[in-house]
């Protein structure tokens, strides 16, 4: 059952939501040669608790970090650590969810580690139209389908794949609600989305095959051929006409 939240529900969303924002872009800002993902998570750890935010993600199933720090192969939950340094060219998802006063804001971006290959940056690019593109078809009334169809067509058009394993979610006082948002879909098919619903879009883009394996710290995810990957997401509220972008 997809939630429908109240005014005063919305109003606690949308402030999660822009903490959640202020923290990724602290936290972007750092993603730098010779910066450790550790360093990263801690800077993120410091402007979450400035904020007066929790982190979402310390605990959740056991997740050890603060944030998500996903380089370059790994497409999600990779976990910051000391011995990480990013180096030129590299490419780092961060994924950073908290939790204030009750409610949750999900957002996430991959930035580039100073000068990147064309085609990173390309991988970069189309993960974030294909976000916008889904983005542009969410409204009260529009069916999870269509969204899922948004995504898939823009990756897949570029000669990307998409992620079959992880998926977009419905948000609130928890961080995962219904309904679940495929990479991949077919359009007028799905649950449909009512009006003052919210939902974490996401795209999980890879550069080559979309089948993955987790790693042995038993959260990092990467393709088979260990070709990049690319993560994009943001946090809206369903209207009448449109959606409204929380994580801005």
Request: charged share 20%.
């Amino acid at each position: 059952m997809i939630l429908v939240k109240s005014d005063s529900e919305i109003s606690g969303i949308r402030e999660s939501c822009r903490i959640a924002a202020m923290v990724l872009d602290e936290a972007g800002r750092h993603a730098a040669p010779g910066v450790t993902t550790k360093d990263i998570e801690t800077i993120a750890a410091k402007k979450i608790k400035q904020l007066g935010a929790k982190s979402v993600c310390l605990g959740y199933n056991g997740y050890p970090g603060v944030i998500c720090t996903s380089v370059n192969s790994v497409i999600v939950h990779g976990i910051p650590s000391n011995k990480q340094k990013l180096k030129e060219g590299d490419i780092i998802s961060i994924d950073v969810s908290v939790i204030y006063r009750g409610f949750c804001g999900d957002v996430s971006k991959t930035y580039p580690v100073g000068a990147i290959s064309a085609e990173a940056k390309r991988l970069v690019e189309v993960t974030e139209s294909s976000v916008d593109n889904a983005i542009k078809k969410c409204r009260a009334g529009c069916r999870v389908g269509d969204l899922s169809s948004a995504i898939q067509t823009v990756a897949e058009s570029a000669g990307f794949s998409v992620s079959r394993d992880f998926t977009g979610h419905g948000i609130g006082r928890t961080l995962h609600q219904d309904p679940v948002i495929p990479n991949y879909g077919r359009a007028g098919t799905g649950l449909r989305l009512p009006e003052n619903s919210c939902i974490a879009i996401e795209a999980m883009v890879h550069q080559g095959s979309w089948q993955i394996k987790i790693l042995p710290d038993g959260w990092a995810a990467v393709p088979l051929d260990g070709k990049l990957s690319a993560h994009s997401e943001h946090t809206v509220l369903v209207k009448k006409d449109g959606c409204e972008i929380l994580t801005v």
